[in-house]
C-alpha cells in the first residue's frame, strides 16, 4: 500500500487528520456561497454575449450578498454593454465606496462618465487610475482622447464666440 509506504497509515491520527483536512477543503470549495454561484451565472451569460440574463444574475448576486464588489463591477461593466451609464456609475460608485482604489471600477465609472458626457469626472478617474498605475495603457489612451476631444469642443466653443 502506498499511504503505508510513506509513514500514512489509515488507522492514525496522522491519517485521520490528514482525511478530514481533505474532506474539509472538498466541502468547502462545494459550499460556494450563492452569491458566488450566481455571479459565476452572469460571467457565463455575459461570456455568451447576453447581457440582459447577465445583468439579471450579477442583480441577484448582489441582492444576495451586498458587499460582493466583484459581482458588482461584474455588473457595472455590463451595464457599460447596454448603455446603462448611470446605472454602471452607481455601481462603481458601490465598489469605490468599500475600495477607493479599485482600478476597474475607476476604470468602468471613467466610462459610464464618458457616456453621460461628463468628460471632466472621467478625466479625474482616469488621473486616480494612473497615480494607483503609472503604466495602464487603457487609462493613458482613454485621457488622450479625453483631453483630445475637450480641446477640439474648446476650440469650439472659442470659435463661436468669436464669430
Known sequence: HRMQQQGQQPGTA???GQAAAAAAVVVE????SPSE???????????????????DHFTAATKLEPSN????????LTYLKVNMYAEAAADCD??????SNNVKALLRRAAAYEGLDKQHEAVGDLQLVL?????NTDAKVK????????????????????G
Open 14 to 16: 496522522a491519517g485521520a
Open 69 to 76: 464588489i466583484a459581482a458588482r463591477n461584474n455588473r457595472a
Open 131 to 135: 497615480t494607483l498605475q503609472p503604466n
Open 37 to 55: 454561484a450566481e455571479k459565476a451565472k452572469g460571467n457565463q451569460a455575459y461570456a455568451k454575449g447576453d447581457y440582459h440574463a447577465a445583468l
Open 94 to 99: 458601490a465598489v469605490l465606496q468599500t475600495d
Open 29 to 32: 470549495a462545494a459550499a460556494e
Open 143 to 162: 485621457l488622450a482622447a479625453i483631453a483630445q476631444q475637450l480641446a477640439e469642443t474648446a476650440g469650439v466653443d472659442f470659435d463661436e464666440a468669436a
